[in-house]
Structures are given as structure tokens and as C-alpha cells.
């Protein structure tokens, strides 16, 4: 096992508990008959890997490719929730409300390429001003 490995380990532990924190709060806040935990964590885990990516791939920021590892696989892979989404969209299936499922996939993919799109921008336009 490579050096790697534990940056994405450590990585991937930190953003499991960010993920946690933020579904058990967004539960409390709306409430449990839509899973929108899973979907504020993938619009912002999208978001923010929109911005690391816009400042790495860009050349914007030079950092090491164990670093880009923790961050981008280990925090955002970890905080992410792509498996959850599908589970929870199953379980509406099952349940037959199939206006939620459709729902909840639509606002997922259009809403989580949004955010990365829009994180990426900002950090653009962020570290262009910089140079001005």
C-alpha cells in the first residue's frame, strides 16, 4: 500500500463525518419524507469538487497529487453520496411515489452539475481578479 491509499483513507473518513453531520441536520430541519440529506450533500459535494477542480485543473493552484487524492477522492468521495441517492431513490420506487423518485432524480443530476459548474466558475473568476 502506497502513501496515497492513506491520504484517500483519511480523506474519505473526514468526509463520511461531514456527510453524517450534514444529512442528520438536514433530517431535523425538513424533515424525513423526502431524502433531502442526500440531496443537499450531493449538491454541495458537486459544488465543491467543481471549485477544487477549477482551481487544480486550471493551474490556478499547484498542490500534490496526494493532496489532490485527499481532497478530490478521499473528502468529496467520501461526503458525497451517489450510492445513498440511489438507495433512497429505489425506496421511493418501492414505495410507488414515483413523483418523488422522478423528482429526486431530476433536481439530483441537473441541480449537483449546476453547483460543480457554478463552483467552478467562481474560482475563475475569483482567482482571475486576483490578477488584475
Known amino acids: 500500500m502506497?502513501?496515497?491509499?492513506?491520504?484517500?483513507?483519511?480523506?474519505?473518513?473526514?468526509g463520511g463525518m461531514m456527510?453524517?453531520?450534514?444529512?442528520?441536520?438536514?433530517s431535523n430541519y425538513f424533515g424525513n419524507n423526502f431524502p433531502y440529506g442526500t440531496l443537499i450533500v450531493n449538491i454541495l459535494g458537486s459544488f465543491i469538487i467543481g471549485?477544487?477542480?477549477?482551481?487544480?485543473?486550471?493551474?490556478?493552484?499547484?498542490?500534490s497529487d496526494n493532496m489532490q487524492k485527499f481532497m478530490m477522492v478521499g473528502i468529496c468521495g467520501g461526503y458525497t453520496?451517489?450510492?445513498?441517492?440511489?438507495?433512497?431513490?429505489?425506496?421511493?420506487?418501492?414505495?410507488?411515489e414515483y413523483?418523488?423518485?422522478?423528482?429526486?432524480?431530476?433536481?439530483?443530476?441537473?441541480?449537483?452539475l449546476l453547483a460543480s459548474y457554478i463552483g467552478y466558475i467562481i474560482v475563475n473568476i475569483m482567482t482571475y481578479n486576483k490578477h488584475l
Open 2 to 14: 502506497t502513501i496515497e491509499y492513506l491520504y484517500i483513507a483519511i480523506g474519505s473518513a473526514l
Open 19 to 26: 456527510r453524517y453531520w450534514c444529512m442528520i441536520n438536514a
Open 51 to 63: 471549485c477544487l477542480a477549477g482551481l487544480i485543473f486550471a493551474g490556478k493552484c499547484s498542490i
Open 81 to 96: 453520496t451517489f450510492s445513498s441517492f440511489s438507495l433512497d431513490t429505489l425506496k421511493l420506487l418501492q414505495k410507488a
Open 99 to 112: 413523483l418523488k423518485a422522478a423528482s429526486n432524480i431530476t433536481m439530483s443530476v441537473i441541480l449537483c
